[in-house]
């Protein structure tokens, strides 16, 4: 009877651990998706900035400046 009782208490333990490791690694998985996308969104809007500042050059050396 003890060999029953310790082995479930084994499955048990093995089945808890496995659970727990796929939500980490899912957990894992959506904040790299997260991080990528935040990145994905810093990077257009450094490109935004560089093409405005290039634009406002542009202007001041064509002399079409307004301010």
Do not use: F, P, W
Not at 29 to 52: L, S
């Amino acid at each position: 009877m003890k060999r029953l009782y310790y082995s479930l208490m084994a499955l048990a333990i093995l089945g808890a651990v496995s659970s727990c490791r796929e939500t980490t690694q899912e957990k894992t998985e959506e904040a790299v998706e997260a991080i990528g996308e935040d990145v994905e969104q810093a990077a257009e809007e450094a490109g935004d900035a560089i093409q405005e500042g290039a634009d406002e050059l542009n202007d001041e050396i064509q002399g079409n400046d307004d301010h």
